[in-house]
C-alpha cells in the first residue's frame, strides 16, 4: 500500500493572499519550463504508447529498484521542469509536470524502468495548469485551474496503462488550491464562487463521470483547501479569517462520503493546512505541531514535533513530512522520539511525498523524484 501527500503551493515562504500566490506560482513554473526544457535524452513518442517515449520537457529514469532503497537518497526521475503533484499505487509513481508547452502526467515506475508519458499537455502552457493528481481503479485523476483572472477549472482522467485522457468535467469554479481526492468510487475536489460573497464547497462526481453535487459547503464562506479521505467521511481544512491563509480561524471539517452536514473536528490549524490519514487516525497541522487524531473522534493521541509541515503523510507506525519546505523528516506516530532528518534539500521547493511498504519518495520542484527507505 502507498500513501501519498502534496502540498498545494509551489511556495511556502512568504505567507501569500491567494491571488498573488496564484501568480508567483504561475511565473516560477513559466520560469522553469522556459529553462528546462531541453531536459530531454530521448526521443519523443506517443503518450501511453508505454515504450518510455519523452514529449518535450520530460525527465529521465535515475535508475535504482524499489528493492534498492538505502539510507543514501537517489534520484529516480530527473527533470529540470516543475513537478506540479504526485500521486502513487503499488508499482508506480506519477507525475504532473510542466513542460514548454503544458503539463504531462508521467508514469514513473518504482523498478527504475523508464517513465512513460500518459497524457501530453493536458493543460496548455499560458491557459493552465494542473494543481493536483490521484490515482486510483486504474486512472490517474487531476484537476486543473485556469491562469487568468477567473479561477475556473477543469477534472480529467487517462489510464494508468495509457490511453486516451478524457475531461470529465469543464468550467467548474475550481478554486486555487485546486485539491482532488478519489475514494468510494467518487472524484472529490474542492471549489469557491468567483464573485462576492465567496463561497466554498467540496465537490463530488462519479469516478468514470456523470452528475457533480455538493457534498459540503464552508461555513462562514470559508473556502475548503486540504482533502483526505477516511472511516467513511471526507475531512477538509477551511481557510482562515476572511479566506486568508493566516491560521486565525483556521478549522479542519469533515462530512460524510456521500454527503450529508458537515461538522467541525479541529478548531486549531497550522499556517500550511498539512493533512493526512492512514487506517486508524488523521493528522492534521495544529500550531507549531502535527496532531495525531483517531478517526473515530476523541482528543489526539500525540503531537509530532514538526515545524512548519508543508505536507505529510503516514503508515502505521510513522509519519513523513516535507518540514519547512526543503527537509524530508519522519516521526514515530506515538510521539516516542523526536523526528529524524531523511535528507535536506537546503533551499529547495519539495512538493508531494509518498510512502509505501519500504520507500518513502518526494519532489523536488525543478530537480527531480527522490527516494531513500524509509
Not at 27 to 48: N, W
Amino acid at each position: 500500500m502507498t500513501e501519498v501527500a502534496r502540498h498545494w503551493s509551489a511556495c511556502y515562504q512568504p505567507r501569500m493572499n491567494a491571488s498573488f500566490r496564484h501568480a508567483v506560482i504561475v511565473l516560477a513554473l513559466a520560469l522553469s519550463a522556459a529553462c528546462g526544457s531541453s531536459s530531454s535524452s530521448s526521443s519523443a513518442a506517443p503518450p501511453g504508447s508505454g515504450d518510455g517515449g519523452v514529449p518535450d520537457g520530460g525527465g529521465d529514469a535515475g535508475g535504482p529498484s524499489a528493492a534498492a532503497c538505502t539510507a543514501t537518497p537517489q534520484k529516480l526521475y530527473a527533470t529540470s521542469n516543475g513537478l506540479l503533484s504526485m500521486a502513487a499505487d503499488a508499482a508506480n509513481l506519477y507525475v504532473a509536470e510542466r513542460s514548454s508547452t503544458g503539463d504531462t502526467i508521467w508514469r514513473i515506475p518504482k523498478s527504475g524502468a523508464a517513465p512513460v508519458a500518459l497524457a501530453a499537455d493536458i493543460a496548455k502552457k499560458d491557459e493552465s495548469q494542473v494543481q493536483a493528481i490521484a490515482v486510483d481503479g486504474g486512472f490517474v485523476y487531476w484537476v486543473a485551474v485556469s491562469t487568468g483572472a477567473e479561477l475556473t477549472g477543469s477534472i480529467g482522467r487517462v489510464p494508468t496503462t495509457g490511453g486516451a485522457a478524457t475531461t470529465l468535467v469543464a468550467n467548474r469554479p475550481v478554486n486555487f488550491y485546486g485539491n482532488i481526492l478519489v475514494a468510494a468510487d467518487n472524484v472529490y475536489w474542492t471549489e469557491a464562487s468567483t464573485t462576492a460573497p465567496v463561497t466554498g464547497n467540496v465537490a463530488r462526481m462519479a469516478s468514470a463521470g456523470g452528475a457533480v453535487s455538493t457534498i459540503a459547503t464552508g461555513p462562514d464562506s470559508r473556502v475548503p483547501e486540504q482533502l483526505a479521505a477516511g472511516d467513511g467521511f471526507v475531512f477538509f481544512t477551511l481557510a482562515g479569517d476572511d479566506n486568508n491563509v493566516s491560521s486565525a480561524g483556521k478549522k479542519l471539517m469533515r462530512a460524510p462520503l456521500g454527503g450529508g452536514a458537515a461538522e467541525e473536528v479541529a478548531a486549531t490549524m497550522g499556517l500550511d493546512d498539512a493533512l493526512a490519514t492512514n487506517a486508524t487516525s488523521i493528522l492534521y497541522e495544529s500550531g507549531d505541531k502535527v496532531a495525531v487524531l483517531p478517526l473515530g473522534g476523541g482528543p489526539p493521541s500525540a503531537l509530532l514535533d514538526f515545524v512548519g509541515p508543508t505536507a505529510i503523510v503516514a503508515d502505521d507506525k510513522s509519519a513523513y513530512a516535507i518540514d519547512g519546505s526543503s527537509v524530508v523528516k519522519r516521526a514515530a506516530l506515538d510521539a516516542s522520539s523526536p523526528p529524524t532528518e531523511l535528507s535536506d534539500h537546503a533551499d529547495a521547493l519539495l512538493r508531494s511525498i509518498a510512502v509505501d511498504d519500504k520507500c518513502v519518495y518526494w519532489t523536488n520542484l525543478n530537480e527531480g523524484l527522490f527516494m531513500r527507505e524509509k
